[in-house]
């Protein structure tokens, strides 16, 4: 079964601190990772995915198949990066994505 | 712009009286999902549409129907909603099918069930 742990439900880092927002996952198949946000009153939005290997807002994520992670790094948080991140996990064919329960991240100034 | 638009935000209704949320997408998606989110949880998928192939999640209750009646307009029906049904519903849309691929989601209705 397709299963995504986000072990955090709150991170609070002081702007300019480096973020790191976990996120774990249980698949037997091959992944499919992303990183969604949601800004405050604003929907859920997709924030970038594994297989872009971009960064977004001077995010990063790298998929980590050997400790089955993928968690989203920025080196300087900025006020504008608070918000909830889901991490999701879709799998191969027509298997739905699995949302992670999510962590709120709060920068303070 | 192209987006997944939801109505109403705010969606009041009593205990046991037969609700319909609405969703319409102007991307041309051949998707629409319907999430339900309750306070502190993971969006967890009802059921999808793949054109007008519906797909019921296992474990989603008979209470919640859905129906399309075409590409852009998708439907959430709970006929008997009980308190424990109050939460933010979702709709969101991709281009095909499958967890590997982007959706893009409207910004909720928030049910709430007296």
């Known amino acids: 079964a397709q299963r995504v742990t986000q072990p955090e439900k709150l991170l609070s880092v002081f702007k300019g601190a480096p973020v790191e927002l976990k996120c774990n996952y249980s698949?037997?198949?091959?992944?499919?990772l992303f990183w969604y946000v949601q800004y405050s009153r604003q929907r859920l939005q997709l924030l970038l995915r594994h297989i872009s290997r971009e960064s977004i807002k001077g995010f990063t994520a790298d998929l980590n198949k050997g400790e089955t992670s993928f968690h989203l790094k920025k080196p300087f948080a900025q006020e504008e990066d608070s918000a909830m991140y889901y991490c999701?996990?879709?799998?191969?064919?027509?298997?739905?994505?699995?949302f992670g329960k999510g962590t709120r991240l709060s920068v303070i100034a | 712009d192209a987006m997944v638009i939801q109505n109403p935000r705010y969606q009041v209704t009593q205990f046991g009286k037969p609700v319909t949320l609405s969703c319409s997408q102007t991307?041309?998606?051949?998707?629409m999902y319907w999430y339900q989110q309750k306070s502190s949880q993971a969006p967890k998928l009802l059921f999808h549409y793949y054109d007008k192939d519906f797909n019921n999640e296992a474990d989603t209750p008979d209470n919640f129907q859905s129906r399309r009646p075409n590409t852009s307009f998708c439907f959430l029906d709970i006929r008997s909603p009980g308190l424990g049904d109050a939460a933010m519903y979702l709709c969101?849309?991709?281009?095909?099918?499958?967890?590997?691929?982007?959706?893009?989601f409207g910004p909720g209705t928030r049910l709430t069930v007296l």
């Open positions: 999701a996990l879709g799998g191969s064919g027509n298997t739905p994505l699995v």
């Open positions: 991307l041309n998606h051949n998707v």
């Open positions: 698949y037997s198949g091959s992944p499919e």
């Open positions: 969101a849309t991709s281009t095909i099918r499958g967890g590997g691929n982007e959706q893009f």
